[in-house]
């Protein structure tokens, strides 16, 4: 009963900073479209000039996207595919920001990037552990859909319409 508690209270705190997250994704793609120069002076810092406002917008359209999937997820935390993807934007996020820093050598290690990087690695983990919850909430939801569906219609809740 304890563990069950301690499941559902933390899928909660998970399901506030995913949706948190996603806050923020979408206050950064507004910069992304309001200000391109952001890119150059916060993220890459390095090559700056292989910023410009196409790349800002191609960021911005990413970023909404991320944050939008991250939304829906944080609405459904049960949902396994939502809860996948938004596992999977995470570490794409972290792969690019990596990416970035060491292989391409166009940002360096500044805040712009330190806050994404640390961001994308505590939601891997926060999500790796929830995902100890995720099967065991799944498990116990034994309910099937169409069988809660066909218990309606026989017991009259919804009418056919003939």
């Known amino acids: 009963m304890a563990t069950e508690v301690f499941a559902e209270r933390y899928m909660r705190y998970l399901r506030v900073w995913i949706g948190f997250v996603a806050i923020m994704a979408l206050g950064n793609t507004v910069q992304c479209f309001v200000d391109p120069q952001l890119l150059k002076s916060k993220l890459y810092t390095v090559t700056p000039s292989n910023v410009n406002g196409l790349v800002a917008r191609l960021f ?9 999937l991250r939304f ?3 609405v459904d935390i049960y949902n396994k595919a939502l809860y996948n993807l ?3 934007s995470f570490y794409l996020a972290l792969g690019h920001f ?3 820093v060491l292989l ?3 940002a360096g290690f500044t805040v712009g990037v330190m806050a994404p990087l640390l961001v994308s690695s505590l939601s891997i983990l926060t999500m790796s552990i ?10 116990m939801d034994t309910s099937d859909e169409n069988k809660s569906l066909a218990a ?5 809740k919804y009418k056919r319409k003939d």
Do not use: H, M
């Open 60 to 68: 911005g359209v990413w970023t909404l996207l991320s944050g939008v």
């Open 130 to 139: 929830g995902y100890l919850y995720l099967d065991r909430r799944s498990s």
């Open 72 to 74: 829906y997820c944080a």
């Open 104 to 106: 391409f050598k166009s």
């Open 98 to 100: 990596v990416s970035e």
């Open 86 to 88: 938004t596992y999977l």
């Open 152 to 156: 309606k219609l026989r017991s009259g």
